[in-house]
């Protein structure tokens, strides 16, 4: 058993890879909201086929051998790996990806919801995913957060996939990306590579942080 479970969990790695060659060309896809130049060059081809290809293997051997899990989080942490791409080059997280992500997400962790048992985790990341909401869009009405409209519907998206997993999972998130968002912030600002005033891409902070619950509770 445990080698057929070795080998749909390759196969599935296999699959979640195949669209990374598409990735640089859909990331300059996008063009800056207020048409100011693009602030980062497109990532290379290889350097965002091997962001990737070792994110999904780690992701996939933290699950291992949950494999009905195995399609939710290799879809997350491909589109996760192209809006942070995105956010970083252009201050975008795009609704044509963020949005329909919802739905996507949803069925896919309808699946080891069935498979594991487990009606309560389904239920579960849906409250998730609206605390996360509820919560960003707090945070964005504050004087100074800096937060976009993006951010909230990418943080509502990603509360749903760490909620499945459990409360604890949440809580990680919500800290790794606080705490890696606030020394990232700081250090930019000794170096001087920005200011006070200058904006900071929020979205990859989020995705991190969820990667960083994933990797520790998946």
Known sequence: MSLVTAAVTALAVGCAALPVAALP??????????????????PSG??????????????????????????????????????AAVDLRVHRLPDRIVLP????????????????????????????????WLLYGGLRLLPGA?????????????????????????AVWFVATTLLSGLVAMALLLLRRVSRRDPIAYGPFLLTGALVAVLCTG
Do not use: C, N
Not at 25 to 42: H, I, K, L, N, Y
Not at 101 to 125: C, F, H, I, M, Q
């Open 25 to 42: 060309g859909v990331v300059g896809s996008f063009e800056p909201a207020d048409g100011r130049p693009p602030r980062r060059a497109v």
């Open 46 to 83: 290889p350097a965002l086929a091997a962001i990737t290809l070792g994110l999904l293997a780690a992701v996939a051997a933290v699950i291992y051998p949950h494999t009905g899990r195995l399609p939710a989080y290799l879809y997350l942490t491909v589109v996760g790996v192209l809006l």
């Open 101 to 132: 992500s919802y739905a996507v997400l949803a069925v896919l962790l309808a699946l080891p919801t069935l498979g594991e048992d487990a009606p309560g985790r389904w239920s579960r990341a849906v409250v998730a995913g609206a605390v996360a």
């Open 146 to 170: 800096g937060l976009g409209r993006g951010d909230v519907k990418l943080a509502g998206l990603l509360g749903m996939a760490v909620g499945w997993l459990g409360w604890p999972a949440v």
